[in-house]
């Protein structure tokens, strides 16, 4: 008997190491698997890794990411579908961020930290995607043709005072679009319709590739005021320090005190993430005190987070108002936004 029971064991022995050793493997390449997440980001490089690097230097779990424009990101996303390997995906503004929820790249997240950390109209109301960094798109002017008493409004802009004295960047650019798309959610798409046709009849010249050589073109005298996002203005003013430019806040009182346009820099968790609870630490931290202050100081943004004060060069230029029209309505209302601006001949 006891012979034969040695020999039971003995041709079971080759199974049963098998089978640990297999089950010893999937353990600790799930583990392994489970310690890093990856990022797709429309964020370059040089605006993503400091927070990557304090989440893992916290957490210990690493950040693996990819950078490309927000266009081939998304439709990398929609090739991979459920065999993606990315856990998050961050991209710039709100209309981009809807088109991924449209597209149903995201999951949704409910977090108490991150309901806590960013206001409502910063985030997606299903939960889908979350404001990480604010960009004010607000009206830069020469101060040496232009007394800020003058200015009010975007609304204003469309006044005939300033024929021939407006630049704006090309309609083209995401930016203009979300806010003629937050202006069709504010004053319905008939007035819209008016001010833009305004802003068109008051340029200087045809709309120009970027909000830079917009500036640039104020700052020349070219045109006398133009509307941007406020980091370009902060990027250009700290290395040409006395360029006649200065910045006003519009909408912040008044009929049209509906406050300053902004949007956002945001993410939102992959629908085949393979690594959802450490997407989700991730997203939560970005959020967090410590992440904020760097989202603040890199790129001359907002922080999402009220409990943040913004860098010093940004805060020298004063408090404003925000618009509080959830950012949503930039994503649903872009479509109707571009054929009204094309309608009113904005190229």
């Not at 889908?128 to 009010?152: C, H, Q």
């Not at 802003?199 to 120009?208: F, G, H, I, K, Q």
Request: glycine share 6%; aromatic share 10%; with cysteine.
């Amino acid at each position: 008997m006891q012979i034969l029971s040695t020999k039971n064991t003995q041709s079971n022995f080759p199974a049963i190491a098998v089978f640990f050793i297999a089950t010893l493997f999937i353990f600790t390449s799930n583990l392994v698997h489970a310690e890093q997440v990856i990022v797709y980001s429309a964020r370059i490089e040089q605006l993503i890794k400091p927070m990557f690097d304090a989440f893992t230097e916290k957490t210990g779990i690493q950040v693996k990411y990819t950078t490309d424009k927000e266009g081939p990101l998304l439709a990398r996303l929609q090739a991979e579908g459920k065999n993606t390997s990315a856990d998050m995906l961050i991209t710039t503004d709100a209309g981009n961020l809807w088109a991924a929820s449209q597209a149903k790249i995201f999951r949704p997240f409910d977090s108490q930290i991150l309901k806590s950390n960013i206001p409502e109209h910063l985030r997606d109301p299903k939960n889908e995607w979350f404001g990480l960094s604010i960009r004010a798109r607000t009206i830069i002017y020469n101060t040496d043709k232009v007394n800020p008493e003058d200015l009010s409004s975007y609304e204003d802009l469309a006044d005939p005072k300033w024929r021939k004295r407006l630049c704006l960047r090309t309609s083209k650019k995401i930016y203009n679009q979300s806010l003629v798309a937050m202006m069709i959610a504010e004053h319905g798409e008939a007035e819209t319709e008016r001010i833009v046709k305004g802003w068109v009849s008051n340029l200087a010249t045809d709309p120009l590739s970027d909000d830079t050589r917009a500036m640039e073109f104020v700052a020349a005298g070219r045109c006398d005021l133009t509307v941007v996002n406020t980091y370009y203005y902060g990027r250009l003013m700290q290395d040409n320090p006395d360029l006649p430019l200065g910045i006003f806040w519009p909408n912040q009182s008044g009929e049209n005190n509906n406050g300053v346009h902004v949007n956002i820099s945001g993410a939102g968790l992959t629908r085949y993430g393979k690594n959802p609870q450490a997407a989700e630490q991730l997203l939560e931290f970005l959020s967090s005190i410590q992440a904020q202050k760097l989202f603040a100081d890199i790129n001359m943004e907002y922080p999402v987070n009220t409990n943040i004060a913004p860098d010093p060069i940004v805060a020298s230029w004063g408090n404003f108002i925000q618009n509080n029209i959830n950012l949503v309505k930039a994503g649903e209302l872009q479509a109707a936004a571009v054929k009204l601006m094309d309608r009113v001949g904005y190229r």
